[in-house]
């Protein structure tokens, strides 16, 4: 079997978390790897452990994703499921990972798939009922949403078989920076091959961007599209669809040459940024003192890796023994 090898790559995720704290992408990323091994270190054994705790918020995004999914899988196929039992279907889901999570010893591993919550792993992240009762609400109102939705009704118009893509594939693009080749990973939500081009859906369950910035997502989903499907930038178009808020509302975003060169500048930025804190890109050596810890302390209460960083603005968890 050849080495598993942790080789730097890129993905929106993966920006994102540096630039919030470049620390908990070094745990993410680095710290964690190989823990899964016997001879593992107990720092990266403890990391790959937290590695796969989740928030409220993470869990329940990712169960409304994996329902829709579902769902037009199931519409493609010729089923007509009722919003009413896959509604229930989420909200028994949910139900049996919460108490899966809360019943679950403390910092001790669980078995793969299972869902363990930071929020019960970690007392001073513990939230009160009303908090768990408002994010399960949000969650199915999602659902509400993606059956009122002018997404789904676009989709209906055009034909099932038009999906291109429906949340459930990884796949990557070539890019370069600091002399290093490296791949960019993209998971698009919902393309739609239309009369007008293809259109790239993205399932939100949070609130309305107000900014409207979603140029560096809708960069790198336009970038993929033009290399994966060969079609011209003019002929992609982009919309977030905020599930709980807005759904029967669709803004959508042209693509042009100039946002594209802009995506492509912003990724080789993002990663050289990151590849000089890196020791070798390629073998996956990086020293956790080159990665800087947040300076919010929002940030720092909410990070999985809390206990294993006594550098944050927080210091250690104070349950900590």
């Not at 790559?9 to 620390?23: A, D, W």
């Not at 804190?277 to 020293?287: L, N, S």
Request: a neutral charge; proline letters at 6%; one cysteine or more.
């Amino acid at each position: 079997m050849a080495e598993l090898v942790n080789r730097f790559s890129y993905s929106l995720s993966q920006g994102s978390q540096f630039r919030t704290c470049e620390r908990q992408y070094w745990f993410s990323r680095y710290g964690s790897w190989g823990g899964w091994e016997k001879n593992a270190s107990m720092l990266a054994r403890e990391a790959y452990r937290l590695k796969k705790l989740t928030n409220r918020y993470l869990w329940t995004g990712n169960r409304v994703h994996e329902t829709i999914r579902q769902t037009l899988s199931s519409l493609r196929s010729g089923d007509k499921p009722e919003p009413a039992a896959v509604r229930e279907r989420l909200l028994e889901q949910l139900r049996q990972d919460f108490r899966g999570s809360r019943d679950h010893p403390r910092r001790t591993p669980g078995p793969k798939n299972k869902v363990l919550l930071l929020e019960h792993e970690d007392p001073e992240s513990a939230v009160s009922d009303t908090q768990w009762k408002n994010v399960v609400e949000r969650a199915l109102s999602a659902i509400d949403g993606f059956f009122r939705s002018e997404a789904l009704r676009l989709i209906q118009k055009f034909g099932y078989a038009s999906l291109l893509r429906n949340d459930d594939v990884l796949e990557s693009m070539d890019s370069e920076a600091a002399d290093f080749v490296f791949p960019v990973y993209v998971t698009i939500d919902v393309a739609l091959e239309t009369p007008e081009g293809i259109l790239i859906l993205d399932w939100k369950t949070g609130k309305p961007d107000v900014s409207g910035n979603h140029e560096e997502q809708l960069g790198i989903y336009a970038l993929f599209s033009k290399s994966k499907w060969a079609i011209e930038p003019e002929r992609i178009r982009f919309a977030p669809v905020y599930l709980s808020y807005t759904p029967e509302r669709l803004d959508l975003s042209p693509v042009t040459e100039e946002m594209l060169d802009l995506a492509t500048k912003n990724i080789q930025s993002n990663a050289a940024t990151i590849l000089a804190k890196i020791d070798d890109p390629e073998r996956g050596v990086a020293r956790m003192e080159n990665f800087r810890t947040t300076d919010d302390p929002v940030e720092c209460r909410r990070c999985v890796y809390r206990s294993l960083c006594p550098d944050g603005p927080l210091g250690p968890p104070t349950h900590q023994s």
